[in-house]
């Protein structure tokens, strides 16, 4: 219904602002929630009652329901998803419901309440579905195991349902023990223990405390006498070298050539185990990084080890080796941007097979990924001679499109939920309605429509992520938008920053939300740490500066662009480098720019973190986004990332004390 929660919509109030004056079933569901949070399902149940025609109804059921799943009925659950027909909070319960069936292994219910399970993105869930599938003959069981083997080697955790269907599919015969030594490696080499452990027990539980044993000092291990005798030798020595190379690629490339392992490991094994040894000597720079990857067969290293032997080759200059990799990658990574990118440019440098074809194979793949969109296809489009610029805007949204997402029932609960300060569970609200209700999602004017509303409520995150769920019509006054324009102006101003380079990088930290705290205590529109922010302020005369003010936006502004423009100077001007070093420190920042000078995106491509790498590509290209949209003139991506090598001769020592 449109009621009392719509008026701030229609009237066009900001609901980043204060939050609006509670009715009393406002402060009962807020109740509801500390209860929730304190896991007391008697106080849930008391308050109930009081909230049933609150719009967001559907919320407190879940909380309610929730709290005492384990214990519940499944005719009060039923009871409960039926009360809350079409809404997020309904398949979150069905959700949570089918994961207690899976692990109590309750699999008539499960199987009879799958059916009505519409976000379908749980891998456990999956996972679970298909071992009874395969069961029951429904498919194929060399099949089923297949499409759980995937699902199983990526996740993250040792969650239970990926791995009960490993367990079956290894019963029947459907799973092969390599597949859950692969799984073993890849928890080892990414240091989740409980993965490895996990795997391992399926096939043997008494292998665990081996395994435990191996991560703690695998060096040990790998000089044992009596490691021969052991059974699965060959495994667990693998396993060794991995664990060991993450410490120390040099000692574990020696144990690798010695004769004992040469001639015991499977080349298989091997090249897994030099493929990790190549990719940790590439994170650190080693020149050996590619002699590493050389004693590998291609055809057994997987797509991870092969992106770090590309780009040791690109920061030796070696593209033969890009080449090599790129080629030997799986068809899904070959098709993305940047290995599209890569190999262009490794065709360009090798002239193959002949300078002509060079060239135009080379535009070809520029062509391909050439977009308005990310940093390899900005990079993509500047190969091709063609200058940044703000894309033509969609036709303008019509009043009804504008009115049916004013309407949808899903946005205004999550309007509702962000209105009284329930975040988090607002923006799932809206990312299920937008994204998961309908299969497929919704239609793209649909979703310029859902991201004009955000927009228009300065609710700049979800503005900002609906409207990128639209490849074919780009909005960029969506996409990029420009709050506080004013402020950070100034602000720019004042430290000699280029406005777009700022709001490039608030962009990527916050989405705009004002109060949002990261995992590590980053706090508002910049992100800053408070120990970073109590510098700052010293740093540039802010007397009298509080650790709770830097949640107010302005002084946000004022301390986050301070430290930027103070890392911007001790990097030389670097807008790569000063990002690097905002995202992960300035000390690695400065570590990862010693060696040769390099072009900075082959060095931005070599950043040893994925999460900075990726942080500072996004950076860049927003900021180059961002420079468009504020001047109206044509941009460079390419004349933002520059060069990036160790501190010229000539410039003042670094600022040792720049957090």
Not at 524 to 549: D, E, H, K, Y
């Amino acid at each position: 219904m449109i009621g009392r929660w719509l008026v701030p919509i229609m009237a066009g109030l900001c609901l980043a602002g204060p939050v609006l004056a509670q009715s009393a079933e406002d402060r009962v569901l807020l109740q509801m929630r500390e209860a929730f949070a304190r896991k007391q399902p008697d106080v849930l149940s008391d308050l109930l009652p009081r909230v049933t025609n609150h719009p967001l109804a559907p919320l407190a059921r879940y909380w309610d329901m929730r709290a005492r799943l384990d214990t519940a009925t499944p005719d009060e659950i039923r009871q409960t998803l039926v009360r809350m027909p079409g809404t997020y909070w309904e398949d979150r319960l069905r959700n949570d419901w089918l994961l207690r069936l899976g692990r109590e292994r309750q699999w008539s219910l499960f199987e009879a309440e799958l059916p009505l399970f519409r976000m379908n993105d749980d891998r456990q869930v999956a996972c679970y579905a298909l071992m009874l599938d395969a069961a029951a003959g429904r498919r194929p069981a060399a099949e089923a195991a297949a499409e759980a083997s995937r699902l199983w080697l990526a996740q993250r955790e040792a969650d239970d349902g990926c791995a009960t269907a490993a367990q079956a599919f290894l019963n029947s015969g459907h799973l092969d023990h390599e597949t859950v030594w692969r799984r073993a490696r890849l928890g080892m080499e990414a240091n989740r223990q409980p993965v490895v452990s996990q795997a391992v027990a399926l096939l043997d539980p008494a292998w665990v405390p081996m395994v435990e044993s191996i991560a703690r000092d695998p060096a040990t291990y790998l000089d044992e006498k009596l490691t021969a005798l052991r059974p699965r030798t060959r495994e667990m020595v693998t396993l060794a070298i991995i664990r060991l190379a993450s410490a120390d690629p040099a000692a574990a490339a020696e144990a690798l050539l010695r004769k004992r392992w040469v001639t015991q490991l499977t080349r298989e094994e091997r090249s897994w185990a030099w493929g990790v040894v190549g990719k940790r000597a590439a994170q650190r720079r080693m020149p050996e990084a590619l002699e590493y990857f050389a004693y590998a067969s291609d055809e057994h290293l997987i797509d991870d080890h092969l992106a770090w032997k590309a780009r040791a080759g690109m920061r030796a200059g070696a593209w033969g080796h890009v080449l090599e990799a790129i080629a030997a990658m799986g068809p899904t990574q070959q098709q993305e941007a940047t290995w599209v990118y890569w190999k262009a440019r490794a065709l360009q440098a090798l002239q193959q097979p002949d300078p002509l074809m060079a060239t135009v194979h080379a535009r070809e793949l520029y062509e391909r990924i050439a977009a308005p969109t990310g940093f390899y296809e900005l990079l993509a489009t500047e190969a091709l001679g063609r200058p940044i610029i703000e894309p033509a805007p969609p036709p303008p949204l019509t009043d009804q499109e504008r009115e049916a997402a004013a309407g949808n029932p899903g946005l205004q609960r999550a309007l509702a939920a962000m209105q009284m300060g329930l975040r988090s569970e607002g923006v799932r609200e809206w990312h299920y309605t937008v994204a998961l209700h309908t299969p497929g999602g919704k239609g793209e004017r649909e979703l310029l429509a859902a991201a004009d509303l955000a927009c228009r409520q300065q609710l700049w995150d979800r503005c900002i992520n609906t409207s990128e769920r639209t490849p074919q019509v780009q909005d960029h006054r969506q996409r990029f938008p420009t709050p506080y324009l004013v402020q950070v102006r100034q602000r720019a101003q004042d430290v000699g920053l280029d406005p777009a380079y700022v709001y490039g990088l608030i962009r990527q930290e916050s989405r705009f939300v004002t109060d949002a705290r990261s995992h590590v205590g980053a706090s508002g529109l910049m992100q800053v740490m408070p120990a970073t922010a109590r510098w700052t302020a010293r740093r540039i005369g802010l007397s009298n500066f509080r650790p709770g003010q830097i949640n107010d936006r302005d002084t946000n502004i004022r301390i986050g662009t301070a430290y930027l423009s103070l890392a911007l100077q001790d990097f030389e001007g670097s807008m790569p480098l000063a990002a690097a070093a905002y995202n992960a420190g300035p000390s690695r920042a400065r570590s990862w720019r010693e060696g040769p000078p390099l072009p900075a995106e082959i060095w931005v491509e070599n950043i040893p973190f994925d999460e900075t790498r990726d942080y500072v590509k996004r950076v860049l290209a927003n900021t180059t986004h961002y420079a468009a949209l504020l001047t109206g003139q044509p941009q460079s991506l390419l004349a933002r990332l520059g060069t990036v090598g160790p501190r010229s001769g000539n410039a003042p020592p670094p600022d040792s004390d720049l957090p």
